[in-house]
């Protein structure tokens, strides 16, 4: 495997330790950033189908409220 910066290629065996972890470091940063998109848009839908569900579920109640005959006491 090599490694690109600023369009130079680098052989990975001729970095020092350092290098090499802050590559390492760079890639994770960048993964967990995807991860962290990914999970964003998972949020994003599923607080959607949750208030879509919280608005039918307000609505079914407010339906069976209206179709439950009233007893007045007189």
């Known amino acids: 495997m090599m490694i ?3 369009d130079k290629t680098y052989d990975p065996d001729d970095l020092t330790p ?3 972890s802050l ?3 760079a890639m994770s940063a960048q993964t967990q950033a995807l991860q962290a998109e990914s999970n ?3 949020f994003r839908v599923a607080e959607g189908a949750f208030a879509e569900a919280l608005a039918a579920n307000i609505a079914a ?3 069976a409220a209206a179709e439950v005959p009233q007893v007045v006491a007189n």
Do not use: D, P, R
């Open 61 to 63: 109640s407010e339906k």
């Open 40 to 42: 964003a848009q998972i």
């Open 18 to 20: 350092e290098q090499v």
């Open 4 to 6: 690109t910066i600023n």
């Open 23 to 25: 590559f390492n470091q």
